[in-house]
Every structure is written in structure tokens, then in C-alpha cells.
């Protein structure tokens, strides 16, 4: 009984330029995939289609209101700041539904181990710089939605705050509450602009709702 050996052809040798070719095919073919909805969002941000709409200067009381806003928020924060590692007492009432101290001394004066008057400081230091004026006349895209994300995500952790000096403490701070109300008012402000100067806005065109 005999057997036969089959003998197997070595693989062909792909040559230096066939390998480029085959590479270049193969990142071309990655470029053709339709990306994600982020990386569409980003890139829409950095470099918009030509039939987008351009970004329209603000009204200057506007750009003079986010300043301004941002700068009373960051001299409050640091103040509270200050406060805390200084141990120093708030000028505040201490008696009643009016307690700086009760509510600056509590557990959720603290959030993820940080103070949450330094995660205010912090806030205001980036509002400060996004709000600067050659910040609102910038026509990158990217800048004016930092600024009307970053209000949103404030907005958000005012409520949260509240919320737990209500419903938890049961007693509030004005020092913390003016910095609650000044959030509030940029947020308001953003939603009112940055949309519209990005060309978001309504029926309306956008110098209207930035004039």
C-alpha cells in the first residue's frame, strides 16, 4: 500500500509596494465608514459643512453680562473657599432656616472628596476664560458649545445642591444661594444666545435673537 505525499505550495511573497497598496486600500476604506454620532457632532463643531449657517457675534450687553456674571460667581466661590480651609465663619446667620455654617460644615458640602466650593471656584475660573471677549467673538464653534455645556452641567449641580439643603439640611446658605442664582442667570443667558449664534434657533433668524 503506498501513500502519496501532498506537497503544499508556499505561500506567494507579497511584495513592498502590494503591502502599501493593500494598507492604503484598507485606510481608505476605514475613511468611507460612516462615523458615530459623536464624532459627527465634533466634526461638524471643528469644521462645518459650507452651507452652515456662520456664527453670529452676540449683542455686546451680552458677552458684558456673561463676564460680569462669571466674575461675581468666582469671587463668591473663592470666598467660600477661603472659608473652608481657613476654618473661618461665614458672614451669615446661624439660626433659623439661615444657617451658612450648618450648611458649609454638612456631608454634602462635599462632593466625590472635594469641596463644593472649590468645584465652584473651579467652574468660575473656566466661565471666566469662556466668557472673555475675544472668547464671544471667536467663530470656532467649539467655544460657544463649551460654554453653553458647561451652564448646562452647572444648572445641574445647583439643583442637585438645593435640592439636598431642602430636603436633606434643611437649611440654606445665602453666600451659597447667590452663587445658585448667578448659575441660574448664565444658564438662562446661554440658552438664549449660543444656540442662535450657532444658527439652532427657531424661525427666527439669528441676529434677531442675538441682537
Known amino acids: 500500500m503506498s501513500s502519496t505525499r501532498t506537497r503544499q505550495r508556499p505561500p506567494e511573497r507579497i511584495t513592498r509596494r502590494e503591502r502599501a497598496e493593500m494598507q492604503s486600500q484598507a485606510a481608505r476604506a476605514r475613511q468611507e465608514l460612516p462615523p458615530g454620532a459623536t464624532s459627527r457632532v465634533l466634526a461638524y463643531l471643528r469644521k462645518p459643512p459650507p452651507d452652515a449657517p456662520v456664527v453670529f457675534e452676540p449683542a455686546r450687553w451680552r458677552a458684558i453680562s456673561g463676564l460680569v456674571l462669571s466674575i461675581f460667581g468666582f ?3 473663592t470666598y467660600l473657599t477661603v472659608a473652608h480651609y481657613s476654618h473661618t465663619p461665614l458672614v451669615c446667620s446661624s439660626t433659623g432656616i439661615v444657617n451658612c455654617a450648618k450648611v458649609t460644615s454638612s456631608a454634602e458640602s462635599v462632593f466625590l472628596g472635594v469641596p463644593v466650593a472649590l468645584w465652584g471656584l473651579l467652574f468660575y475660573v473656566a466661565m471666566i476664560a ?3 471677549p475675544v ?10 458649545a463649551l460654554r453653553l455645556a458647561m451652564t448646562v452641567v452647572g444648572m445641574c449641580f445647583v439643583l442637585y445642591l438645593v435640592s439636598a439643603e431642602l430636603l436633606i439640611i ?7 444661594t447667590s ?6 442667570l448664565l444658564f ?3 440658552v438664549t444666545t449660543v444656540p442662535q449664534m450657532l444658527g439652532w434657533g427657531g424661525s427666527r433668524s439669528a ?3 442675538t441682537r
Open 75 to 77: 469671587g463668591v466661590s
Open 130 to 132: 469662556v466668557n472673555l
Open 135 to 144: 472668547a464671544w467673538r471667536s467663530t470656532d464653534r467649539r467655544i460657544h
Open 170 to 176: 434643611k437649611n440654606i446658605c445665602l453666600w451659597c
Open 179 to 184: 452663587v445658585h442664582v448667578v448659575t441660574f
Open 188 to 190: 438662562v443667558l446661554m
Open 207 to 209: 441676529r434677531d435673537w
